[in-house]
């Protein structure tokens, strides 16, 4: 006898959700004025239950009230799941709600819909974008941004890091940051904590396990006191690098400020020689049609020249052979700073004196931050996408979400009779 019409529908569904008995689509429901379809799941009776904890046979003690998942559309209708999940009774762990296959514990949505909107999150700018599209609210894809981080967070795996940059990021508006650790070599976000002190620093560290952090070889870091003291506590054997990236935006600010110091005492005479020159002193490379006027500012007698050729002077410094020949270099570029009037730059070149040690380590670990840098445009347009953050979690799982190279997307179970 040849099935039903109905039979063949509720069939037909079954296989694509990949279920198996004792699971099976009791009924599908199309509602037409709503624009949902409603798939009814039941378990077989007569099936034995088994506790999601030890995995072991025992008595079914009831039913869960009924709940909904949502899943992805059929056509343009909004589809949802809907069971009331058997429980047991376990005699070592009492009574628990039974595993379904379609969905993982605590979700509202099924695996294939979570997998799709992972996907969908990563492709939009913003969540806003993501909730229209999806037809959720807010605050139901930021659950899934959640969802995914923790699923990613589980597998990731923190065995053999040889080399991590600690480094601030701004939070909120004013005196607000939060620390960031990334592994250099894995090019990927480890975590972030709130705050920048000793203890956010201490914090990070402690996310690696204690055979991992043994592992480290050495930590990029900006000349902060805070993350010094929290890699000596928490990797006393890891080497500090001073991060260059640091060293050149503290020379850069000295040679802004010194130029700032000076146009002042000009204008003040009369004199707009440094009036619009600002970006050319601390760009890198100065624009082809600017290079004959710059040429002429560097023969002139200006103190901001000055400072912008020592500045660029220190870039010779990481190009040296070894550490020797480093601190060589660096024993004449701060005799030869000392002797001018630059005091701002001559006030960097008393902290870089200061720690000298930890720059000089730079010729054994040729390491950097610059890949927390790379971060820094794409943390900034996390922000800016969201028109920031008042919560710090959201924040956090955000960076994670994008920046650390996770397993997002669950275990997706196969359409019955795959193989």
């Given at each position: ?175 607000s940051y939060i620390s960031v650790m990334n592994d250099i070599a894995g090019a990927r976000v480890l975590e972030v904590v709130p705050d920048r002190d000793q203890a956010a620093g201490e ?106 050729c020592y500045k660029e002077q220190f870039i010779e410094f990481w190009a040296q052979p070894d550490a020797a020949h480093g601190a060589q270099f660096f024993a004449d570029w701060h005799r ?83 193989h």
């Amino acid at each position: 006898m040849k099935p039903s019409k109905d039979e063949t529908v509720v069939a037909h569904y079954g296989k694509l959700l990949g279920l198996e008995a004792p699971w099976r689509v009791h009924a599908a429901q199309l509602d037409l004025l709503r624009g949902r379809v409603e798939l009814e799941v039941a378990w077989d009776e007569g099936a034995a239950v088994v506790c999601p904890e030890c995995r072991k046979e025992c008595a079914r003690h009831d039913h869960a009230p009924e709940r909904e998942w949502r899943h992805l559309n059929v056509m343009q209708f909004l589809t949802v799941i809907k069971a009331r999940v058997p429980r047991c009774r376990c005699p070592e762990h009492g009574v628990k709600t039974v595993r379904t296959p379609w969905a993982e514990p605590g979700s509202h949505f099924t695996l294939h819909f979570e997998a799709f909107a992972v996907q969908l999150i990563g492709a939009c700018r913003s969540l806003t974008q993501v909730a229209e599209l999806l037809e959720l609210d807010w605050d139901g894809v930021q659950r899934l941004v959640e969802r995914a981080v923790t699923r990613g967070l589980a597998r990731r795996s923190l065995a053999d890091i040889r080399w991590v940059g600690l480094d601030e990021k701004s939070f909120l508006r004013g005196q607000s940051y939060i620390s960031v650790m990334n592994d250099i070599a894995g090019a990927r976000v480890l975590e972030v904590v709130p705050d920048r002190d000793q203890a956010a620093g201490e914090a990070l560290w402690q996310v690696l396990p204690a055979a991992a952090r043994k592992k480290v070889e050495a930590a990029a870091m900006d000349m902060s006191g805070s993350y010094v003291a929290a890699t000596r506590a928490q990797a006393p054997q890891a080497a500090i690098v001073h991060d260059k990236f640091h060293v050149a935006k503290m020379l850069n600010e000295a040679v802004d400020q010194t130029r700032r110091a000076e146009h002042a005492r000009l204008q003040a005479a009369g004199d707009d020689t440094l009036s619009g020159t600002r970006y050319l002193w601390l760009h890198g490379l100065v624009p082809e049609k600017k290079q004959a006027s710059f040429a002429e500012l560097l023969e002139i007698n200006l103190q901001t020249a000055k400072a912008w050729c020592y500045k660029e002077q220190f870039i010779e410094f990481w190009a040296q052979p070894d550490a020797a020949h480093g601190a060589q270099f660096f024993a004449d570029w701060h005799r030869s700073v000392v002797r001018t009037r630059l005091t701002r730059v001559k006030a960097v070149a008393k902290t870089l004196k200061k720690h000298l040690t930890n720059l000089l380590t730079y010729f054994v670990y040729p390491i950097t931050n610059a890949i927390s840098e790379g971060f820094n445009s794409k943390i900034q347009a996390i922000k800016s996408d969201a028109r920031g953050f008042r919560r710090f979690a959201n924040y956090r799982a955000r960076i994670l979400f994008h920046c650390g190279k996770l397993s997002l997307l669950p275990n997706l179970p196969r359409p019955s009779g795959c193989h």
